[in-house]
């Protein structure tokens, strides 16, 4: 454990660097855990690169849809990249280590992509609402300098709404041990090690938690309940079986992503359990930013339709 000591300059003893202590000390489990991390950042890039291509590339998908949709992909990209990485390093080090600034930088990323992300999800759910319920003014109100407003907003709504939680939550005094039963740089784990009380802390974390993830929610569930009041009205069933299929690969997204966020940070500290927050973490940094791909190309005929087009569009110029 690595301490500076200050003294000689009137200060208590402070950590200068962390050490993740979340991997299993069998040998065995690491490899595996390892081989699966890079198996699943490899293809969560692969998938998420591929629908930006596609959305870059066909104009059929030149649509606010999939403009938000590719601003999905881009996010989840850095995502995993934020995580994954220090996450294999750890593996391979053995449990590795992070400088005192790495972390809050750190920790500022992934929060401020998970915010962006309850914002981007929130902003799809509106655009679905819209296309649905309006579709008469649906060009006019969802227009690309519109797209382009609601997009800049949800990022920057990503990176200053976590911005004095990750301030206040690294003002405090970290003097000692250092060691985070973590994967990465999260708020709970971290806060357990503050040599401080941390009471006011979690309550004012839990209100922008709140304000981060249910506030958007909100918006999810009004969008949807508008959307299926409409859809039920629709005379004839294909209307209402192509309505579903537009917003399911969104809504199972949004199920999980919100479920694993909202059970993640908005629990009482009595109720964070070490292992229970690492499993939590794995799905919402890991899993559900790999499976997103695969959700939007699996259960979208128009991304299939893309991606036959693009394929189509390589054999004829090899062919040539």
Same mark, same amino acid.
């Given at each position: 454990?690595?301490?500076?000591?200050?003294?000689?300059?009137?200060?208590?003893?402070?950590?200068?660097?962390?050490?993740?202590?979340?991997?299993?000390?069998?040998?065995?489990?690491?490899?595996?855990?390892?081989?699966?991390?890079?198996?699943?950042?490899?293809?969560?890039?692969?998938?998420?690169?591929?629908?930006?291509?596609?959305?870059?590339?066909?104009?059929?998908?030149?649509?606010?849809?999939?403009?938000?949709?590719?601003?999905?992909?881009?996010?989840?990209?850095?995502?995993?990249?934020?995580?994954?990485?220090?996450?294999?390093?750890?593996?391979?080090?053995?449990?590795?280590?992070?400088?005192?600034?790495?972390?809050?930088?750190?920790?500022? %990323? @992934?929060?401020?992509?998970?915010?962006?992300?309850?914002? $981007?999800?929130? #902003?799809? !759910?509106?655009? *679905?609402?819209? +296309?649905?319920?309006?579709?008469?003014?649906?060009?006019?109100?969802?227009?690309?300098?519109?797209?382009?407003?609601?997009?800049?907003?949800?990022?920057?709504?990503?990176?200053?709404?976590?911005?004095?939680?990750?301030?206040?939550?690294?003002?405090?005094?970290?003097?000692?041990?250092?060691?985070?039963?973590?994967?990465?740089?999260?708020?709970?784990?971290?806060?357990?090690?503050?040599?401080?009380?941390?009471?006011?802390?979690?309550?004012?974390?839990?209100?922008?938690?709140?304000?981060?993830?249910?506030?958007?929610?909100?918006?999810? %569930? @009004?969008?949807?309940?508008?959307?299926?009041?409409?859809? $039920?009205?629709? #005379?004839? !069933?294909?209307? *209402?079986?192509? +309505?579903?299929?537009?917003?399911?690969?969104?809504?199972?997204?949004?199920?999980?992503?919100?479920?694993?966020?909202?059970?993640?940070?908005?629990?009482?500290?009595?109720?964070?359990?070490?292992?229970?927050?690492?499993?939590?973490?794995?799905?919402?940094?890991?899993?559900?930013?790999?499976?997103?791909?695969?959700?939007?190309?699996?259960?979208?005929?128009?991304?299939?339709?893309?991606?036959?087009?693009?394929?189509?569009?390589?054999?004829?110029?090899?062919?040539?």
């Amino acid at each position: 454990m690595r301490i500076a000591n200050d003294t000689a300059l009137g200060n208590p003893s402070r950590v200068t660097q962390f050490i993740f202590l979340g991997f299993s000390q069998d040998p065995a489990t690491r490899v595996l855990f390892g081989v699966g991390l890079s198996f699943t950042y490899t293809l969560s890039l692969a998938g998420n690169s591929v629908l930006l291509l596609l959305t870059a590339l066909d104009p059929a998908l030149h649509t606010p849809m999939y403009f938000f949709l590719c601003n999905l992909s881009f996010l989840e990209a850095c995502y995993t990249t934020v995580t994954i990485p220090k996450m294999l390093a750890s593996v391979l080090a053995e449990g590795g280590t992070i400088s005192f600034l790495a972390c809050a930088a750190q920790m500022q %990323l @992934v929060l401020s992509l998970g915010t962006a992300e309850c914002y $981007l999800l929130a #902003a799809m !759910a509106y655009d *679905r609402y819209r +296309a649905i319920c309006s579709p008469l003014h649906y060009p006019l109100l969802m227009n690309p300098r519109a797209c382009a407003t609601m997009a800049t907003a949800c990022w920057l709504c990503g990176i200053l709404l976590p911005m004095g939680k990750v301030i206040w939550i690294f003002s405090m005094p970290y003097c000692g041990p250092n060691e985070i039963h973590h994967f990465f740089c999260d708020i709970h784990p971290v806060l357990r090690l503050a040599c401080a009380d941390t009471s006011r802390s979690e309550v004012f974390i839990v209100l922008i938690s709140f304000l981060i993830t249910v506030v958007p929610f909100l918006t999810v %569930l @009004v969008s949807y309940a508008c959307i299926i009041c409409t859809v $039920l009205k629709s #005379a004839t !069933a294909e209307g *209402r079986h192509k +309505a579903f299929s537009t917003c399911s690969s969104h809504l199972t997204v949004v199920v999980l992503f919100y479920g694993s966020a909202c059970a993640m940070y908005l629990r009482p500290k009595a109720g964070h359990v070490a292992e229970v927050d690492r499993v939590m973490a794995l799905l919402y940094t890991v899993v559900t930013p790999t499976l997103n791909p695969l959700i939007y190309s699996l259960r979208n005929q128009e991304v299939k339709a893309a991606l036959r087009r693009l394929g189509g569009r390589k054999r004829f110029r090899g062919a040539i």
